[in-house]
């Protein structure tokens, strides 16, 4: 098995974990939401529901990127990640505007509910959400500079179910204490709301940076280009483009122009050390490199076109590789 299947391995397991914790989460807050006749109770209920499904759709996105690349899909299935993160980002908002929604509502028409309780198995449920948050978080790498998405969306829809649940056990113990301030349980969940909204908008940026094949935030182009020149024999540097196939792996291609006039071998051993030095300095997995001569010479006018030419085929030019 390889570093990232077995990487990949790890994840599913902890996204399965934090599944069925969500799952139980769900059950206990319907049950003891209808008993205490808290809508609070049972919107998150419908909230960690909605991430359940969220957190499904990163488990499958996990497993589609290990399938291996085709003749469709030169790249591999990396990208399903991605994708997985931005469906996550989306759902994410959604349910935070439903949420959003169901406040202003309760806002306007308050209806009594059993503080106490609401209390209790809102603080249970955030326990378990902040559980299901630490086992699915990732630092990012020391060299990539970013966290997977995937697993970024994930984590983020479980740090949302737990602030939610803060929230409401926030309001149904100031409910319990005051006896009727009932308009707390949706003005907090509204403060909430746009919390989760920023996160939810940033991740959507971030999975549309890497569907748009933007420079990776962690990588500097200038720094890119300084390192390409440093190596011998490499006298210019153009057309360089740098993406992301996925959170982790980053790609690049260039026309690099180097010095005299070098043999394919030569021009070969140049190319290796440059794709060394790209992906020890800026972990840059897959680089393609374009290799040209220093200075080409201009094609003599006077001389006669070759039949090649002349039907209107273009030859490789001797000193290019």
Known sequence: M???????????????????????????????GIAAHSLGLLADAGHNLADVAGLAIAVIALRYSLRGATMARSFGHHRATILAAL????????????????AVVRLLH????????????ALAAAALNAAGAALVHERPAKTGGQPDLNMSGAT???????????A????????MLTHGTVWLDPAVSLVVC????IQGARLLHRSADVLLESTPKAIDPAAVL?????VPTVVDVHDLHVWSLSSEIHAMSAHVGVSG?????????TGETIKGVVADQFAIAHATIEMECEACPEPDPCALESPAAAAGFALPHPHRH
């Open 226 to 230: 300084a390192a390409v020149r440093g």
């Open 87 to 102: 469906a996550n980002g989306g759902l994410l908002l959604a349910v935070t505007a439903y949420l959003a929604v169901d």
């Open 156 to 166: 983020l829809h479980l740090v949302a179910d737990a602030a939610v649940s803060l």
């Open 261 to 269: 006039h070098p043999t394919l071998e030569q021009a070969q051993a």
């Open 168 to 175: 409401v056990a926030a309001a149904g113990l100031a409910i």
């Open 110 to 121: 308050p209806s009594p509910v059993h503080g106490g309780v609401v209390a209790i198995v």
């Open 194 to 197: 746009v919390a989760i909204a």
């Open 2 to 32: 390889s570093t990232e299947q077995s990487r990949n391995a790890r994840r599913q397991r902890r996204l399965i974990v934090a599944i069925a914790l969500n799952i139980a989460v769900v059950v206990g807050q319907v049950g003891w």
